[in-house]
């Protein structure tokens, strides 16, 4: 399955087929669909997707009989369980410039449960100083950069959100392709920093925003090529994450 451009719609195909079929919510005909992102269960054989018209609804197609596809409406839209934030976070997260870009899904890897990740960007000049661009002139200029994370596991008794603030030795991968979900022990030690995000470009990031989240303290470390310019203001091929085989540790 695969999202169409612009957040226009699903597409699948499946062995044999020389074209991608659209997807079309059956009991609702002509509904326009704007998933933001998709991920496989391999448990229970569903596509979960998010929308761009809710920060954290969830949708799942049942493509068992793919001549039926069917549309699962599953109104996952309340959060449980706030963080109490320190200070310094709850000031961070209400500063006016602060904007939630992006959804993310991802299966965790052991237990298949569905997890949610929403990325956070302000606007940021050259040297890294947040501007507050809602009363700014925007004649100063700053790009977009990756500041927080948030991360919520999909509760299917509630049927909504729990907040989850350690991944334990869980790490994310997240960018412009899938995201996906690691257990750093499945790897020699050192290889993966667990109870972390690691974070690429997306399409209004910044060149150089490539980085691994900490979950525990909140730090960005970069781990962009320091021997490379950033091109902050040039379009370059976006890096793209790909997934490793454990077993060849």
Not at 119 to 142: K, L, M, Y
Not at 149 to 165: A, H, L, P
Not at 212 to 236: A, C, E, G, R
Request: glycine fraction near 6%.
């Amino acid at each position: 399955m695969v999202i169409l451009s612009n957040d226009l719609g699903l597409a699948f195909c499946k062995l044999g087929d020389s074209s991608w079929t659209t997807l079309e919510d059956n009991d609702n005909p002509g509904l326009l669909l704007t998933p933001t992102d998709l991920a496989y269960s391999s448990e229970d054989q569903l596509f979960y997707c998010t929308d761009s018209y809710s920060d954290s609804d969830l949708d799942a197609w049942n493509l068992r009989n793919p001549c039926s596809p069917r549309r699962i409406d599953i109104k996952a839209g309340l959060v449980y369980g706030t963080p109490d934030y320190p200070e310094s976070e709850k000031k961070l997260r209400n500063y006016s410039s602060l904007i939630q870009y992006r959804n993310y899904l991802a299966m965790e890897s052991h237990s298949g449960d569905v997890l949610l990740v929403k990325r956070f960007v302000a606007g940021a000049a050259d040297d890294g100083t947040i501007i507050d661009t809602d009363n700014s002139d925007h004649g100063q200029n700053f790009s977009f950069k990756t500041l927080r994370f948030d991360v919520s596991r999909f509760n299917t008794t509630k049927r909504g959100w729990d907040y989850v603030t350690d991944l334990g030795d869980g790490v994310l991968f997240v960018g412009l392709n899938h995201a996906f979900h690691l257990s750093a022990t499945d790897f020699a030690p050192g290889v993966l920093i667990p109870n972390s995000i690691y974070f690429n470009v997306d399409v209004r990031m910044r060149c150089d925003d490539i980085g691994i989240y900490n979950m525990q303290d909140f730090t960005i470390k970069s781990i962009f090529p320091s021997h490379l310019h950033p091109f902050n203001n040039i379009w370059l091929p976006t890096p793209i994450w790909f997934t490793p085989n454990p077993e060849n540790k």
